[in-house]
Every structure is written in structure tokens, then in C-alpha cells.
């Protein structure tokens, strides 16, 4: 028995003895019941201080701990893909009909025996949901993961993953499905008949490219079940060709990779089509077809490199910037600097600058003093005392000046720019950098993207911000030149290492907008994503205007008009307009400010992802492997009947009896108060018996 009051020992005391004095007030006359004896008044004393005693110690609210045990059904796990692929066969309704009959099978046979907890995926996990077979991608990882977490206090006895197997995001589920600690069993679908196939699999090219300039183009081709013979690849704009060359096809199968240069010399989003042919008894032509986007600007912008010494991090880092057609990099000659002035260009990196001694400090004065962006880059020659004085929203506090090895990672809170998901893991395999020894401060404008890793975990390496107008970064490391050289040799492209390069420079180079409404958005957005937006409104000394209304007209491809209203958020107004059909879109947002109305324009495309189509012949094997390495065992549609009998041999040593504790109070079992009547009416009977009254 358990009470709801502290220190219940002193309190069942003090019922007692309630109950004890309460008794012999009520006994206190014994001359009426002298003609008892002393053996009869005991027991009536007795029964009235057992009934006192119950009813005080009821008022200690007792509770009364039950333990019960439950047999629970085991649990299965259903996956069942949603992604278009499913049905990308020539009978889409028998094959859709047919999916819908199996998921009735296993609930006729198996919800008896078991819990089944159905859900269905493509990009994302939903549960207990009609599939519509409409995702636009296929994560069997992602998907088996998420529904093993959220279920892993249910202890599951199986998961049984109904799909194609043809995967397009995510890692390989071969990899996932060994951790689980229960069996998978994948119920097989699909046509793995091989067809004739062209297909262009792949299209690179840069985001932005600059008017008048050509910018490259990569596209791979890729097919099978081919005769020998000729076929076409061309890019065409608005109906107009581009580019286009033959291709020569000698085999039943093909892969290469056609490299082009396009011109433009219109800015803003720039549409292109890029074509192979068709070939001979080819079903699936919709992978003919790749739609790329550009975004074209007006003018590029400049970045000059300080230094005082030729370095490798110059060239790791001159490479990065260039990936990026809207950046023109110039590396200044040491005691030339006076040849270019601060303000032609959108962005000053010193590197290891000012040097130690002084080293080119007085060269450097007109370019700090400037109000043009500035990336400073500290290493082993860099002045870190000289540094400290130039104010710029990092000071090291380094008496002995000496350096150390360290590894990074990365701010999560970080929010100047959205740094890529995969990019704190990378850095965790890369060489350290050489940085100050010593503790890093910086002040509250700055925001860091690097941390030191360690004990000194809250060092800043990497931070950057905006005073008075002027933006900032401090690198307080050398050595990324090794990061450069480890992505080439481990992920086979610097992608990674120029991420983080070409963003903060991107960051840094791009003056803020001083208009008094600006909408902040991505010009080029995936089917699968969502399109949102940001609003900043300040008033004519430029402070943030709070508690106001902030609209935006969007106007698809058709003509089609679609009105929003922002909500207020903590770093102004935000509009999450959810998932858009593909196409060019155009948008009007509205604010006032007092009397004064604002209005900012803009225009964005949605772009087509085209993934599941790519690839239609179901792998088989993919689900055969996930049975193997898990224990389980691969059934395809036509043979489910098979399936249930092993299903129920597992489930017959999975059935999980569970010890549930209840908590009851005492006060709401009946027993007690028929417990108090009787003994009332017992004390009753025996005081008319013994004849007491």
C-alpha cells in the first residue's frame, strides 16, 4: 500500500492514536458495562478502534500497487513503396488492383496472430495511409530506419517491405536491414523483364552562369537492349537547338558521357531541353528527356587574394571559388598591391595576413580601411597580436603565439546559410588544420560555422558576421589545401570541400540589400520540396517593422493566381506555400509601412524531378540481399500464400506477455466499505446481544 503524503509512518502514529483516544471516549462510562465482564468490553473496545482506525487512516488517500500480466500479439512491421515506379508497367490497373488485394491478404491471414502496423513510403514515411503511388523518389533506407525507431518499444517480430526494389535515395537498405535485430521479409513486385531503354541518367552543369560567357554542360547516356546504329542527343531553348551531335551506338549496351558549352546572353532563369532519340520498341520514353535550369546573372563579382608568400591553401582555395561562374578570383602579387584598388572589388581574402613583424601591414591599410567585404585567413606566419588590433569580431588570446593540430566540426545553429546536410560528417574524416593555440572570443555580431573538436570544443575557427555595414569571416587555420586532396582521393570530387568555400564567399560578397522590403527565396526548387519565403521590412532609419501585413500573389504558368499571407516569425515574416506542380512561376509581394506601400516582384521555377523514371525494371535482387542479411526470407506477389505459414511459426515463439502495474485507491474498492458496515453492525449486534444498551 502506498500513500500520497510525505512521511506516512508519522501519520499512521497519529491514526492510531486518534483511533486509540477516540475509543476510550466513547468507552469512558464503564459503569455501563460492568454487567459485561472484561473479556466482552475488549472485544467491542477492539471493533470500534479498528473502524476508527480505517476510517482516519482512509483519509491518508492510500493507493494499492497491482501488477497484472497481458499477453500482447506480436507486432509486424508492413513498408509498402508509394513511389510512381510501382506502377509504371503497361496494365497500371491490374497491377494497382493487385497491390491492394495483397495488402488485404496479409491482414485476412495475419491480424488474428499479429499487430500489424502498416505504412507507406517514398520520400518520406507515412503512416496507415491509402497509397497513391505518386513519390517522386524511393528511400527504402530512410523509410526502414524511421518506422524501426518509432516502433523499437514495441520489440517487433518481422517487417515485411512490399515494393520493386528500386531504390533512388537514400544509402543501400542492404546495409540497414542487418541492425535491425528481427527478420525482413520483401514482398516482391515489379516487371524485371529487360527492355530496349535509352536514357539520358544524368545531367551536371553549374547552378548560375554569367551572360555572355558559356558555362559547361555534362550529360551521361546510358541504355541496353540496343541495336547497332546512330541516335541524336540535342539541347534545345524555347524550340530552338542549341546543341546536338550523333552519337554512335555499337553494342546492345551503352554509356557515355557528352560534354557541350552553352551561351547565354539573356539573364535570369534560362530553360533548357536535353533530348536523345528514341530507339526502336522502347517503351519507356519519358527518361529521353532531362530539363535543365539556369540561373544567368548580369554581372560577375570579383575577389582579389592578399598574400604575402605563395601557399597551396591559395591555389585549394582559388580552385573552390572559380567552381562558381559568378566569382572572378585575382591573386595579388606580394608588393604589388598597390596596383589594385579595394573598391573594383566585392570581396578582400587575406591570407596569413599581416604577417608576422608587420609583414605588409603598411600595404594593407587602404584595403582595411575600405568598406569592402573581407575574409582574414590565419596560419602559422599570420601576426596574431596585430590581428587582435584591427578589431574585427575575433580576438585570440595566444600568449606564446605557438600553434596547434586540430580537428573541426560543425555549428548546428548556424544560420547565415544553409551548409550541406552531409558536411559535419566529412569534416570528421579530414586532416587537422594548424591553428592559434590559445581561447578564441568573438563578439555577438559574428556567427561561428567551425568549432574546434576536443576539450576546447566552444573555439570558434570559422566565423563570420556584419558590422556597421561591413561583412567579416575569420579563418583562424591553415592547411584546407589537405582537405582538397582527401575529397579527390576518398569521395572522387572536391564537391564537399567547396561547399562550405563557395558559400561563405557567396555570403561575404553579396552586399545586403538596403531596400526597406526584401523577399528572400531559391530561384530553382525541386517538385519534391517545398517553396517558402522569407520577408525582412524595416522603416526609414532601417529598423525592423513588427506587426505587419505581408502578402504575396503568386501566378503559375497558367495564369492561375494563388493569394498568401506571411506569418510573423523571430527574424521577421515567413510563407510556406507547401509543394508546387513544375513550371515558371511569378510573384507579386505587398506591405505598407504607414501610408507608404511596398512591393517586391520576383519569379522562381519549379523543376521536374524525373528520378523514377529513370530506372523501371524492378531489382530483384536489391530484395533478395535484404532477406538474406536479415534472416528473412524473399516472396514475390503471385507466391504469398506461401508466406503466412513461416509468419506464423515466427509468430508462435513471439507472442511477449507483459507485467502491467496499476495504481488503485483504496477508498474506490467496495470490500472496504462493506469491511466498515460489518464491522459496525458485528459491534452492534454484540453490545443488543450481550445486553449493553
Same mark, same amino acid.
Given at each position: 500500500m502506498i500513500f500520497s503524503t510525505a512521511y506516512p509512518e508519522i501519520f499512521i502514529l497519529l491514526c492510531l492514536a486518534f483511533s486509540w483516544f477516540l475509543t476510550r471516549l466513547l468507552y469512558r462510562n464503564s459503569a455501563s458495562f460492568d454487567g459485561l465482564g472484561r473479556g466482552r468490553l475488549?472485544?467491542?473496545?477492539?471493533?470500534?478502534?479498528?473502524?476508527?482506525?480505517?476510517?482516519?487512516?482512509?483519509?491518508?488517500?492510500?493507493?494499492? /500497487?497491482?501488477?497484472?500480466?497481458?499477453?500482447?500479439?506480436?507486432?509486424?512491421?508492413?513498408?509498402?513503396?508509394?513511389?510512381?515506379?510501382?506502377?509504371?508497367?503497361?496494365d497500371s490497373l491490374k497491377i494497382r488492383s493487385a497491390l491492394d488485394s495483397l495488402k488485404g491478404q496479409l491482414a485476412s491471414e495475419l491480424s488474428d496472430v499479429a499487430e500489424l502496423k502498416c505504412y507507406v513510403f517514398a520520400d518520406s514515411v507515412q503512416e496507415e495511409t491509402s497509397p497513391g503511388y505518386k513519390g517522386n523518389l524511393s528511400d527504402y533506407s530512410d523509410a526502414i530506419q524511421t518506422v524501426a525507431a518509432q516502433n523499437d518499444y514495441e520489440k517487433p517480430a518481422a517487417m515485411l517491405? +512490399?515494393?520493386?526494389?528500386?531504390? !533512388?535515395?537514400?544509402? !543501400?537498405?542492404?546495409?540497414?536491414?542487418?541492425?535491425l535485430g528481427y527478420p525482413v521479409f520483401p514482398i516482391v513486385v515489379?516487371?524485371?523483364?529487360?527492355?530496349?531503354?535509352?536514357?539520358?541518367?544524368?545531367?551536371?552543369?553549374?547552378?548560375?552562369?554569367?551572360?555572355?560567357?558559356?558555362?559547361?554542360?555534362e550529360a551521361e547516356i546510358s541504355g541496353h537492349g540496343l541495336t547497332s546504329g546512330q541516335n541524336r542527343i540535342s539541347i534545345t531553348q524555347n524550340g530552338r537547338v542549341v546543341e546536338q551531335?550523333?552519337?554512335?551506338?555499337?553494342?546492345?549496351?551503352?554509356?557515355?558521357?557528352?560534354?557541350?558549352?552553352? /551561351?547565354?546572353?539573356?539573364?535570369?532563369?534560362?530553360?533548357?531541353?536535353?533530348?536523345?532519340?528514341?530507339?526502336?520498341?522502347?517503351?519507356? +520514353?519519358?527518361?529521353?528527356?532531362?530539363?535543365?535550369?539556369?540561373?544567368?546573372?548580369?554581372?560577375?563579382?570579383?575577389?582579389?587574394?592578399?598574400?604575402?608568400?605563395?601557399?597551396?591553401? +591559395?591555389?585549394?582555395l582559388t580552385s573552390a571559388l572559380?567552381?562558381?561562374?559568378?566569382?572572378?578570383?585575382?591573386?595579388?602579387?606580394?608588393?604589388?598591391?598597390?596596383?589594385?584598388?579595394?573598391?573594383?572589388?566585392?570581396?578582400?581574402?587575406?591570407?596569413?595576413?599581416?604577417?608576422?613583424?608587420?609583414?605588409?601591414?603598411?600595404?594593407? /591599410?587602404?584595403?582595411?580601411?575600405?568598406?569592402?567585404?573581407?575574409?582574414?585567413?590565419?596560419?602559422?606566419?599570420?601576426?596574431?597580436?596585430?590581428? !587582435?588590433?584591427?578589431?574585427?569580431?575575433?580576438?585570440i588570446v595566444n600568449k606564446n603565439e605557438q600553434l596547434l593540430d586540430v580537428q573541426m566540426k560543425i555549428n548546428p545553429g548556424f544560420g547565415l546559410f544553409h551548409p550541406n546536410i552531409r558536411l559535419d560528417e566529412w569534416l570528421g574524416t579530414q586532416m587537422p588544420l594548424v591553428v592559434p593555440e590559445g581561447k578564441t572570443e568573438v563578439k555577438p555580431f559574428m556567427e561561428t560555422l567551425f568549432y574546434r573538436t576536443g576539450n576546447n570544443n566552444e573555439n570558434p575557427i570559422l566565423a563570420m558576421g556584419e558590422q556597421n555595414g561591413i561583412k567579416t569571416a575569420i579563418l583562424a587555420g591553415e592547411g584546407t589545401w589537405k582537405w582538397r586532396i582527401l575529397a579527390m582521393s576518398i569521395d572522387g570530387n572536391e564537391g564537399l570541400f567547396n561547399d562550405w568555400i563557395v558559400n561563405t564567399a557567396r555570403y561575404l560578397a553579396l552586399k545586403r540589400n538596403k531596400d526597406q522590403f526584401n523577399i528572400h527565396f531559391n530561384r530553382m526548387v525541386m517538385a519534391n520540396e517545398t517553396v517558402s519565403f522569407s520577408a525582412t521590412l524595416f522603416n526609414a532609419i532601417y529598423e525592423p517593422v513588427r506587426n505587419s501585413l505581408v502578402t504575396l500573389d503568386l501566378t503559375d504558368h497558367a495564369g492561375k493566381l494563388f493569394h498568401y499571407v506571411f506569418t510573423e516569425g523571430d527574424d521577421g515574416y515567413e510563407l510556406n506555400a507547401g509543394h508546387l506542380s513544375p513550371g515558371s512561376y511569378h510573384f507579386s509581394a505587398t506591405s505598407k509601412i504607414g501610408t507608404d506601400s511596398l512591393k517586391e516582384p520576383g519569379d522562381f521555377e519549379v523543376m521536374a524531378t524525373q528520378t523514377e523514371m529513370l530506372e523501371t525494371r524492378a531489382n530483384h535482387h536489391l530484395m533478395k540481399a535484404m532477406a538474406e542479411y536479415s534472416g528473412g526470407k524473399v516472396f514475390y506477389a503471385p507466391q504469398l500464400a506461401q508466406l503466412f505459414p513461416d509468419m506464423k511459426k515466427i509468430l508462435q515463439s513471439k507472442n511477449v506477455q507483459t507485467e502491467e502495474v496499476v495504481m488503485m485507491d483504496v477508498v474506490r474498492y467496495e470490500f472496504v466499505l462493506f469491511l466498515l458496515?460489518?464491522?459496525?453492525?458485528?459491534?452492534?449486534?454484540?453490545?443488543r446481544y450481550w445486553g449493553s444498551y
Open positions: 475488549w472485544v467491542m473496545k477492539s471493533l470500534r478502534f479498528v473502524v476508527l482506525f480505517l476510517v482516519t487512516l482512509l483519509l491518508l488517500s492510500p493507493v494499492v /500497487k497491482l501488477k497484472k500480466k497481458v499477453k500482447n500479439k506480436p507486432v509486424i512491421l508492413v513498408l509498402q513503396d508509394n513511389s510512381s515506379s510501382m506502377l509504371n508497367h503497361p517491405v +512490399i515494393g520493386d526494389g528500386i531504390y !533512388n535515395a537514400g544509402q !543501400n537498405p542492404v546495409n540497414v536491414v542487418g541492425t515489379g516487371d524485371t523483364t529487360l527492355r530496349s531503354d535509352i536514357r539520358i541518367s544524368r545531367v551536371r552543369s553549374n547552378p548560375t552562369a554569367v551572360t555572355g560567357k558559356t558555362f559547361p554542360v551531335r550523333t552519337i554512335q551506338v555499337t553494342g546492345p549496351s551503352v554509356f557515355r558521357q557528352e560534354s557541350f558549352r552553352i /551561351k547565354s546572353d539573356k539573364p535570369g532563369l534560362q530553360q533548357y531541353k536535353i533530348q536523345v532519340n528514341p530507339v526502336k520498341g522502347e517503351q519507356n +520514353i519519358a527518361n529521353n528527356t532531362r530539363i535543365l535550369t539556369v540561373d544567368v546573372l548580369n554581372t560577375r563579382r570579383k575577389i582579389l587574394i592578399l598574400a604575402a608568400a605563395p601557399h597551396p591553401d +591559395i591555389g585549394a572559380e567552381t562558381d561562374p559568378q566569382f572572378n578570383v585575382v591573386v595579388a602579387p606580394f608588393g604589388h598591391f598597390e596596383d589594385y584598388s579595394p573598391e573594383k572589388f566585392n570581396l578582400l581574402i587575406f591570407y596569413q595576413l599581416p604577417g608576422i613583424g608587420g609583414a605588409g601591414i603598411t600595404h594593407l /591599410k587602404r584595403f582595411i580601411d575600405s568598406r569592402t567585404s573581407r575574409w582574414y585567413i590565419l596560419g602559422a606566419t599570420s601576426s596574431i597580436s596585430t590581428f !587582435n588590433k584591427l578589431n574585427t569580431g575575433m580576438k458496515v460489518i464491522l459496525l453492525a458485528i459491534e452492534w449486534f454484540l453490545r
